[in-house]
């Protein structure tokens, strides 16, 4: 028996869809979180590398290549990056919410998500002056409750969940409009490959990073995999990773690999917007 054909219909005949995202967490996190990090310098500069060094080449890059991309950021990072963010916005892509401090949705409940959610609304208003449609849960989880959280806060789309290799519908009762999932997947996140720092010891056992070439492999063979079947890709970057020299050149020879493939390169919220306009048409 051969399966169905399951491949979306991409706007103007694209082969399939790349929507690159980044997740800007400067040094929010665990250790911020549990109030060790304002005893590690070491691990406040790290995460600040991102926001403060490495996002002016990330969007060099994507300029360079007329590139658009969304980027997940805790509010807090614009609390505290307000310039970097805002160029963000006037270059072209997309913000959207990433938490407060990167906290864990699932260890949260729903009134304290509401909160976190409804301090982040703010926070993107006062310091960029938009209603972001996005989000992307810090924890690589969510609590029972999350969705309707999101769908309360305005927020059309998340890019938090690994069900499919397309975008899908989380249906939420009581509300009219479901909350559209675009799914990532870890092969794609460059922790995996990239990333070390020794306070805290993350990832925990490793001793050196994978080799740039195998990396870059891993991830075109991920593309083009994806591509063949005429699927949806997105990364999970991060700028305090592969914003540093050397991976910038990394990422550009994917990107250079990517363009070769008649692919639509969209923002998160437009892969939404796409979806739910196919979804009324089905």
């Excluded at 250790?31 to 490495?54: C, D, H, S, V």
């Excluded at 990330?58 to 963010?85: K, M, N, R």
């Amino acid at each position: 028996m051969i399966a169905p054909d399951v491949r979306p219909r991409w706007p103007q005949g694209k082969v399939g869809c790349m929507a690159l995202a980044f997740d800007l967490d400067g040094p929010t996190g665990d250790a911020m979180l549990n109030g060790t990090i304002w005893q590690k310098p070491e691990y406040f500069t790290f995460g600040g590398y991102g926001p403060f060094r490495a996002l002016g080449r990330l969007l060099d890059l994507l300029e360079q290549y007329d590139l658009p991309a969304t980027f997940f950021i805790p509010s807090w990072v614009v609390e505290q990056w307000p310039q970097q963010c805002a160029a963000i916005v006037e270059k072209g892509h997309e913000v959207a919410y990433h938490g407060y401090r990167h906290e864990s949705f699932y260890a949260l409940s729903g009134d304290e998500q509401r909160q976190v959610m409804e301090k982040s609304r703010a926070i993107f208003w006062q310091r960029l002056g938009i209603r972001a449609e996005g989000f992307r849960t810090p924890s690589g989880d969510w609590h029972q409750e999350t969705p309707s959280v999101l769908l309360d806060a305005g927020v059309t789309y998340s890019s938090s969940m690994r069900g499919d290799d397309r975008p899908y519908a989380i249906s939420v009762p009581g509300y009219q409009q479901p909350l559209v999932e675009i799914p990532g997947k870890w092969e794609m996140d460059d922790y995996a490959s990239l990333a070390y720092t020794r306070e805290p010891n993350f990832p925990q056992g490793l001793d050196r990073t994978a080799s740039y070439a195998l990396t870059l492999d891993n991830w075109c063979r991920e593309f083009d995999g994806a591509m063949d079947e005429g699927l949806c890709l997105t990364t999970l970057f991060h700028p305090k990773i592969s914003g540093k020299p050397g991976r910038i050149l990394l990422l550009e020879q994917f990107i250079a690999h990517m363009r070769q493939r008649d692919v639509w390169f969209a923002r998160c919220r437009d892969v939404a917007h796409w979806y739910l306009q196919e979804q009324r048409h089905d």
